[in-house]
Antibody, heavy 123, light 110 residues
Framework: EVQLLESGGGLVQPGGSLRLSCAGSGFTFSTYAMSWVRQAPGKGLEWVSV????????YYADSVRGRFTSSRDNSKNTLYLQMNSLRAEDTAVFYCAKGSSAYFSDVRFFDFWGRGTLVTVSS | QSALTQFRSVSGSPGQSVTISCTGTSSDFGGYNYVSWYQHHPGKAPKLMIY???ERPSGVPDRFSGSKSGNTASLTISGLQAEDEADYYCCSYAGSYSWVFGGGTKLTVL
């Protein structure tokens, strides 16, 4: 059974940093691209980033590019999202999602998701 | 990328059919038929219901079906059941290694 478990969320002040983790199990983690998707309170889902199966290539939404960095440790079956220069508008539940392919360019959908971790940016 | 447009809410009685629409531009859909739909019960993990416009993952009931015409994709749920009450989101590959979601539609089963 595929499982994704996010952690690392919490309350952080504007301008601060936070690192989220997503532990994957039940599939060969290194052979799939992974994404982060977020949902601000009362809003819809917003794609944030994608990372290839090897971790060598990443892409980001315009709203986070230059502030967020996605990485992965395939030896630990874990995906990370380093978030810097956080803003109030980054407040959201962050989900990790498994891509449908190892290559981000071939990802057509996200077939498994975690339950999310809440990030609150507030002073 | 702007979010794909979905009506905020839709409702139906048990046994009825409902259709949830998702509208974008040609650039939103990127000229690809890579539209997917997700069911989300608040507090739980979103669940893939439809991919590649009309394909159903194993385990998803055939009451769920998808289609696309021009710049509008649709999810139809027939034979509504109480457990179908959830938020539904469309998603499309938008090109340039980016994906765009709809704003979500809350389905209420009366």
């Amino acid at each position: 059974e595929v499982q994704l478990l996010e952690s690392g969320g919490g309350l952080v002040q504007p301008g601060g940093s936070l690192r989220l983790s997503c532990a994957g199990s039940g599939f060969t983690f290194s052979t799939y691209a992974m994404s982060w998707v977020r949902q601000a309170p009362g809003k819809g889902l917003e794609w944030v980033s994608v990372i290839s199966g090897t971790g060598g290539t990443t892409y980001y939404a315009d709203s986070v590019r230059g502030r967020f960095t996605s990485s992965r440790d395939n030896s630990k079956n874990t995906l990370y999202l380093q978030m810097n220069s956080l803003r109030a508008e980054d407040t959201a539940v962050f989900y990790c999602a498994k891509g449908s392919s190892a290559y981000f360019s071939d990802v057509r959908f996200f077939d498994f998701w975690g339950r999310g971790t809440l990030v609150t940016v507030s002073s | 990328q702007s979010a794909l447009t979905q009506f905020r809410s839709v409702s139906g009685s048990p046994g009825q059919s409902v259709t949830i629409s998702c509208t974008g531009t040609s650039s939103d859909f990127g000229g690809y038929n890579y539209v997917s739909w997700y069911q989300h019960h608040p507090g739980k993990a979103p669940k893939l219901m439809i991919y590649d416009v009309s394909e159903r993952p194993s385990g998803v009931p055939d009451r769920f079906s998808g289609s696309k015409s021009g710049n509008t994709a649709s999810l139809t749920i027939s034979g509504l059941q109480a457990e179908d009450e959830a938020d539904y989101y469309c998603c499309s590959y938008a090109g340039s290694y980016s994906w765009v979601f709809g704003g979500g539609t809350k389905l209420t089963v009366l």
